[in-house]
């Protein structure tokens, strides 16, 4: 099992920045892939960012392109989210995942195996 727990949500105003950070545990060897996905109220968990474990390769939604980076430190298990410019409409609760095997399309949340709480992230206008 992998233990997933994100930090670093909080209330900023538009065009602020925040970074989210996800610390991994337990089985972290296991791990081939962490992401985030973010869920309005009423709405669906949507995809934000990707990356895998080797080789770094990062995936990102149309919306955040540009303005939000994924990044891993392996040696701290940990993943990162450095959101800038944000817009009311990146308001959410924002989910950490990971996979624990080669997944090839890691937009779905069917591809990830183990997910953190969650932390709440509010921008106003």
């Known amino acids: 099992q992998v233990q997933l727990v994100e930090s670093g949500g909080g209330l900023v105003q538009a065009g602020g920045s925040l970074r989210l950070s996800c610390a991994a545990s337990?089985?972290?060897?296991?791990?081939?892939?962490m992401g985030w996905f973010r869920q309005a109220p009423g709405k669906e968990r949507e995809f934000v960012a990707a990356?895998?474990?080797?080789?770094?390769?990062?995936f990102y939604a149309d919306s955040v392109k540009g303005r939000f980076t994924i990044s891993r430190e392996n040696a701290k298990n940990t993943v990162y989210l450095q959101m800038n410019s944000l817009k009311p409409e990146d308001t959410a609760l924002y989910y950490c995942?990971?996979?624990?095997?080669?997944?090839?399309?890691?937009?779905?949340?069917?591809?990830?195996?183990?997910w953190g709480q969650g932390t709440q992230v509010t921008v106003s206008s």
């Open positions: 990356i895998r474990w080797v080789g770094s390769n990062t």
């Open positions: 337990g089985r972290t060897f296991s791990i081939s892939a």
């Open positions: 995942a990971a996979s624990r095997e080669y997944r090839y399309n890691l937009y779905r949340r069917e591809s990830y195996d183990y």
